[in-house]
């Protein structure tokens, strides 16, 4: 089938566009552009230069996309100190906020931080992190219960248009397996290099929304 036909048939509500991928010169068009398509989530990438080799844009420019009020949002914090900035987060807009696993320090706090704020709480682990110790983790925190999604990186964070790291794969299907057989309720949401391709075996693995950059603004 070609790419054309087949970008025609996905259901757009599991797309959540990255805005750091759009061109801020035609921010608005962007949006639009998204709002035509039928998404009904924006993904706002949020990075400080340590937790990750990149800086994206803050809380301002945040603000004034979350003003188009059209959209949900979900925030992805790939930031080393979070305890700062989950507060500026904390939009009636912003469905969701996700943190990453790998800082390590403070996520019960954290998680807390962001269900206190009655938006949803998020996490996220990098390529290499396994699944299997992400949920040892949430098991012993007694923190299974409260998370409402676990982002899966289907790239190494801090950079829009890479490739999908193919290995990710099985550790989504375990995702989904894992939620079907302890009856969790967790969104498995995967981020990372997804196109009009290979989008449909992601979907199949048990992903509820994909993260789209590059792929979805070129
Ligand atoms: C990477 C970000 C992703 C990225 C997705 O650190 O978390 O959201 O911008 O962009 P693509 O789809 O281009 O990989
Ligand atoms: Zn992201």
């Given at each position: 089938m070609l790419e054309k036909e087949k970008s025609k048939e996905?259901?757009?509500?599991?797309i959540c566009p990255?805005?750091?991928?759009?061109n801020f010169l035609n921010l608005k068009e962007s949006l639009n552009y998204a709002k035509y398509k039928g998404v009904k989530l924006i993904h706002l990438d949020i990075m400080d230069?340590?937790?990750?080799p990149n800086i994206s844009f803050g809380p301002k420019i945040c603000e004034d996309i979350l003003s188009y009020n059209y959209f949900n949002f979900d925030a992805h914090l790939m930031i080393e100190n979070p305890e700062k900035f989950i507060p500026k987060f904390m939009?009636?807009?912003?469905s969701y906020i996700t943190i990453h696993?790998?800082?390590?320090?403070n996520i019960v706090e954290l998680i807390n931080q962001i269900k206190l704020s009655k938006v949803k709480a998020g996490i996220s682990i990098k390529p290499k992190t396994s699944f299997e110790e992400l949920i040892n983790f949430l098991k012993e925190s007694d923190l299974l219960h409260k998370i409402d999604l676990i982002l899966i990186m289907?790239?190494?964070?801090?950079?829009?248009g890479q490739k999908f790291i193919d290995e990710v794969m099985p550790k989504i299907k375990k995702a989904y397996d894992f939620k079907i057989k302890n009856n969790l309720n967790y969104i498995i949401q995967v981020d990372g290099g997804i196109n009009f391709n290979n989008c449909y075996q992601i979907l199949d693995n048990g992903a509820d929304l994909l993260v789209m950059g590059a792929n979805f603004f070129k």
């Open positions: 996905i259901d757009f509500s599991k990255s805005i750091f991928a759009a230069g340590h937790f990750v939009n009636p807009s912003i696993y790998e800082i390590k320090k289907s790239v190494e964070p801090g950079f829009s």
